[in-house]
């Protein structure tokens, strides 16, 4: 299912906690490793996979999603949209639950297929930004997202 609701995307980022993010970069400066490094410091465990390196981040780099021998919960994408079908059938394969593609990717094959294997696909979502608008990571700057209220929700932990 193409999710782009709120209550649907606060849900993937509370149950999903095993992210293999294809196309991590060990370049400090690449925004893949920006958000890598910012969903590590919130107790998600992310799986670099990346033929070009032997580890990002503290943690074992794999070439491929089939390499990785644990489970996985979210397939996040840093890869251009013409080359996201063939990742979209090694994440059917790994069992993932949720593909995420991230800004600026698009390919609806890929989430045609994803979301026909019954996976949760996001589209053109940063799963750092999500998480900060949604989990209070962006602070006062978060004012204008509709999202903070002077209410206490009940999803708050």
């Keep these: 299912m193409i999710v782009d609701d709120i209550q649907s995307l606060r849900r993937i ?3 999903n906690r095993t992210i293999a ?14 958000a890598a490094k910012y969903l590590q410091e919130y107790g998600y465990r992310v799986i670099p996979v990346n033929p070009n390196y032997e580890s990002i981040l503290g943690e074992k780099c794999y070439p491929r999603l089939e390499d990785i021998a644990d489970p996985i919960d979210v397939v996040d994408v840093f890869q251009r949209s013409e080359v996201v079908v063939p990742i979209a059938h090694s994440a059917i394969k790994c069992s993932a639950k949720v593909l995420w593609l991230q800004l600026g990717i698009f390919n ?4 045609e ?10 589209v053109n979502r940063c799963m750092k930004i ?5 989990f209070g990571g962006l602070n006062f700057i978060g004012v204008d997202t509709k999202v903070i ?4 929700s009940t999803w708050v932990s």
């Design 108 to 111: 609806q094959e890929a989430e």
């Design 13 to 15: 980022l509370k149950e």
């Design 130 to 134: 999500e998480h900060a608008r949604l």
């Design 113 to 122: 297929l994803a979301a026909q294997a019954g996976m949760d696909v996001v």
């Design 21 to 34: 993010m294809v196309g991590l970069s060990e370049r400090w400066y690449r925004p893949s490793n920006f």
């Design 149 to 152: 209220s002077s209410t206490r």
